[in-house]
């Protein structure tokens, strides 16, 4: 068992280790989309079964909602998932202040000038990595108004966002570690020291970039001052790799908090479908990002298993937002169909959706 107290040992004994452990097929590479689709198409199940598939649906936001009510008393989020409305147009509606209308997927606002759900989508990731208002405005292709009035509202209208990301982050600058809402911890070691030399060196960092700027103004430089540029500049490298480092590791305590909760949440789901798949002789053939995949018995693919699947997904793990998931049935893998778009007595797709892949 990793402790606080072995982790280091632990890890220098796994670097030291040599062998090759053989880790299996990485399907979570395989493209879904283009020439992807057909390398999954290649995946049937063995004679008999059917895949039946299930993934969390929108699980991150849903963690990032649950904290926020949880901890700050905050709703706003929460609400959504509980109306159960969709996350982006909703969180558009409540930040610009504009007709649904107007959010809807590829909708603009009534001036023509921007997306406000693409904003919102892509938003939340920029307020969760401290993105600046001038890097998001480039980044959508937006003014600088627009991205300053954009961090505005969202901040009036999820008062807790903020605040979450920046006490997640400052408990990892105290303690070297963050845990997931289940207590397994993301450890970040060299932190402390790596934060506090940089602290030191920020002033001499200051003046390099300085001295850089004032001899780039030159109409001419001399070879001396090629020299002195070289000299700044491989300076400027090494000290400011160190504070990139440090923006990293706290964006990674955020993403390791947030992510962490999730995959703990799949393992948990994967351990019970496991279980369930060995008392009834399913096969539990793969667990990709979110999703799980199974091969069950004809005879035994019923409503009845696809809501016991719906349940494993939904209610092995609790937070204070419902889980949802999707759940689809695939003679080969991708070629999906809605369990009710299913023949559950015959085992194959209702008549209307026979052709579907042809």
């Known amino acids: 068992m990793i402790t606080d107290t072995n982790y280091h040992a632990i890890v220098r004994k796994l670097i030291a280790d040599d062998r090759k452990v053989p880790k299996g097929n990485n399907l979570q590479n395989l493209p879904s989309k ?39 008393g905050d709703n706003s989020m929460r609400q959504i998932f509980v109306d ?15 007709e649904e209308k107007y959010c809807v997927d590829k909708a603009y606002d009534p001036t023509g000038t921007y997306q406000p759900r693409k904003l919102m989508k892509t938003g939340v990731l920029a307020k969760a990595y401290d993105q ?14 627009v991205a300053e009035m954009f961090f505005e509202r969202f901040d009036r209208a999820f008062p807790s966002f903020s605040p979450m990301v920046a006490d997640i982050r400052d408990f990892m600058r105290r303690h070297g570690y963050v845990e ?13 020291s790596v934060a506090a030399a940089q602290a030191k060196n920020e002033q001499r960092l200051i003046r390099l970039y300085t001295e ?50 999730g995959a703990d949440i799949l393992k948990m789901n994967g351990n019970r479908n496991a279980r369930e ?30 809501e016991l699947i719906r349940d494993i997904m939904t209610k092995t793990a609790e937070l204070s937002v419902p889980l949802v998931t999707d759940i689809v049935i695939e003679p080969r893998w991708m070629q999906e169909y809605a369990p009710d778009e299913w023949d559950y007595e015959n ?12």
């Not at 849903?62 to 700050?72: F, G, N, Q, V």
């Not at 159960?84 to 202040?97: H, R, S, W």
């Not at 990002?289 to 035994?300: A, F, G, L, R, V």
Request: proline fraction near 5%; charged fraction near 25%; include cysteine.
């Open 84 to 98: 159960g409305t969709d996350l982006y147009t909703t969180q558009a509606v409540m930040t610009f202040g504009l």
């Open 277 to 306: 798949c060995k008392a009834r002789g399913w096969e539990f053939n793969a667990s990709i990002h979110d999703e799980i995949k199974n091969s069950i018995p004809n005879e035994q693919l019923t409503p009845e298993a696809i």
């Open 212 to 261: 850089r700027k004032q001899l780039r103004s030159k109409a001419v430089l001399t070879p001396a001052d090629d020299r002195k540029m070289t000299a700044i500049q491989d300076e400027i490298d090494i000290l400011a790799e160190k504070r990139g480092l440090i923006g990293y590791w706290e964006r990674a305590a955020f993403n390791a908090v947030i992510q962490g909760t």
């Open 132 to 145: 600046s208002a001038k890097s998001f405005a480039k980044k959508m292709g937006v003014s600088e108004d």
């Open 180 to 192: 997931t809402l289940y207590g397994r911890k993301r450890r970040f070691p060299d932190y402390a």
């Open 347 to 358: 085992c194959r797709p209702l008549p209307k959706f026979a052709n579907k892949y042809e």
């Open 34 to 72: 283009g020439a992807g689709t057909q390398v999954r198409n290649c995946f049937i199940p063995k004679r008999g079964h059917t895949f039946v598939g299930a993934d969390l649906g929108q699980v991150e936001p849903r963690i990032m909602a649950s904290i926020m009510y949880e901890r700050y």
